[in-house]
Structure formats: structure tokens, C-alpha cells
Nanobody, 125 residues
Framework: VQLQASGGGLVQAGGSLRLSCTAS????????MAWFRQAPGKEREFVVA????????YYADSVKGRFTISRDNAKNTMYLQMNNLKPEDTAVYYC???????????????????WGQGTQVTVSS
């Protein structure tokens, strides 16, 4: 499975961006797809995940109410709508996927088998 992430950019604080992540194969109901981010000098951090079959979503507390994950089954694509962006949201954002995760592992980066190349999000103050 190859993942292609896009949509990053530079935005002022309070602005919005939408990231996309397209999978090279049909995303089956077993898939969990997620966004992680990594700021310079920091560890990769969980942002949000989506259970492809049931549409269940899991958000990090730091982004609840500001970020929204969604999917387009026909396009094998996941989206991350980011609103009210803050300077602390600045990071490289990575999409990830796995077909064998259990719920307790969803927030753990090293549990995912497939990763996109990352897209830079920079929020200026």
C-alpha cells in the first residue's frame, strides 16, 4: 500500500488548511487510517485516526474541535480539515494506514505498517 499525502502549506494563525491522503489500493473495511505529525526536535505525535468500516474517529485532545477527519470511499482518500490553526500545529504531517490494528494501538505510530511521505504545515503567528 502506498500513501500519497498533499495539501500542506503556510498559513497564518486562525487560518485553515485541508490535507489529503490517497491510498494506492482500495481501502478495505479493515483499515485504520491516521494522521500523525512531527515538529522539529520532537517525537512523532498522534493527531487523528479513522476506522474505515464504521467511520469511528479518534482525536488527540490538542486538535479536538478544530480538526475534522473524513473519507471518500470512491477515491480511497482521507481528508484532514484543519481550522483555527495555531503556531503549535506547525509540523510535518504524515498519513498512515494499517489493516490489523486494535483500538488500543491506534495512537501509537510504530504500530502502523504504511506511511505517506509527509507534508509540511507551517502556521505563522
Amino acid at each position: 500500500v502506498q500513501l500519497q499525502a498533499s495539501g500542506g502549506g503556510l498559513v497564518q494563525a486562525g487560518g485553515s488548511l485541508r490535507l489529503s491522503c490517497t491510498a494506492s489500493v482500495r481501502t478495505s473495511s479493515r483499515f485504520i487510517m491516521a494522521w500523525f505529525r512531527q515538529a522539529p526536535g520532537k517525537e512523532r505525535e498522534f493527531v487523528v485516526a479513522l476506522n474505515w468500516s464504521g467511520g469511528y474517529t479518534y482525536y488527540a485532545d490538542s486538535v479536538k474541535g478544530r480538526f475534522t477527519i473524513s473519507r471518500d470511499n470512491a477515491k480511497n482518500t482521507m481528508y484532514l480539515q484543519m481550522n483555527n490553526l495555531k503556531p503549535e500545529d506547525t509540523a510535518v504531517y504524515y498519513c498512515a494506514a494499517d489493516s490489523r490494528l486494535i483500538t488500543s494501538s491506534i495512537r501509537t505510530a510504530n504500530q502502523y505498517d504504511y506511511w505517506g511521505q509527509g507534508t509540511q504545515v507551517t502556521v505563522s503567528s
